[in-house]
């Protein structure tokens, strides 16, 4: 018999091979497009909602929940920097900016007061000199603090120490204006020797900031406080 014949039984092997094998690669195959195509449409997927996420973020003040904004900013009841939260976070609906009864001039000049005040709090002597300019200009109306803003220094301890005078001015008219001071308090830091108004909350020390944060006591409403 020729070498070259093929093997009957060899013959019947291959042709039961072939089909198995081609099966198996093409069901390979479709396995591999199939995982392809889901992790595209699984990344797709979470890079869609982190999108719809950030296009729809919104900020609320952290002291006054019904304050809401679409966009980075500050609270116009406080002068509280916004915080950032995905919407239906919370189940405070949204509301109107402050009545306007907290525009008058007393409301400016807090918030104006504020920014200084939240400057000092964080060490920013570039921002609490900027604060100081508006300030002076809210403040108009209480002459003996914008005496005490004049000149203001472009030093941080210098700026603290100033901020003294600044603050007892203002206390001393919150006192004989205590309904334009409603939630308004003064705290006290010994340690210092300064007191300071701040929206009533977690006291936070202008004169020491990260350093003693906390240190000081609370005396209560602006116009009970009265003179040091």
Not at 48 to 67: F, K, L, M, N
Not at 151 to 161: G, I, N, S, T
Not at 167 to 172: F, M, N, V
Request: contains cysteine.
């Amino acid at each position: 018999m020729d070498e070259q014949q093929t093997n009957p039984n060899q013959a019947v092997a291959q042709r039961r091979t072939s089909p198995l094998l081609w099966l198996t690669v093409t069901l390979a195959f479709a396995a591999a497009i199939a995982a392809s195509a889901w992790l595209a449409w699984s990344f797709g997927f979470k890079a869609g909602q982190v999108a719809h996420q950030s296009a729809h973020a919104e900020y609320v003040c952290p002291w006054h929940p019904t304050v809401i904004s679409d966009k980075p900013g500050q609270c116009p009841a406080d002068g509280m920097f916004l915080m950032r939260r995905q919407p239906g976070q919370t189940a405070v609906a949204k509301a109107a900016p402050a009545p306007a009864a907290k525009k008058g001039p007393a409301a400016q000049t807090m918030m104006a007061y504020a920014d200084l005040y939240e400057a000092l709090v964080a060490g920013q002597a570039e921002g609490a000199a900027a604060a100081a300019t508006a300030l002076a200009q809210a403040g108009a109306d209480v002459p003996a603090m914008t005496k005490a803003l004049q000149d203001f220094p472009k030093d941080l301890a210098a700026q603290r120490q100033r901020f003294v005078a600044v603050s007892e001015s203002l206390i001393a008219h919150a006192k004989k204006n205590p309904n334009d001071f409603n939630g308004i308090h003064v705290m006290s830091c010994d340690m210092y020797k300064g007191r300071w108004l701040q929206k009533a909350g977690p006291l936070r020390n202008p004169y020491y900031g990260d350093e003693m944060l906390s240190c000081g006591e609370d005396l209560g409403a602006a116009s009970r406080a009265g003179q040091p």
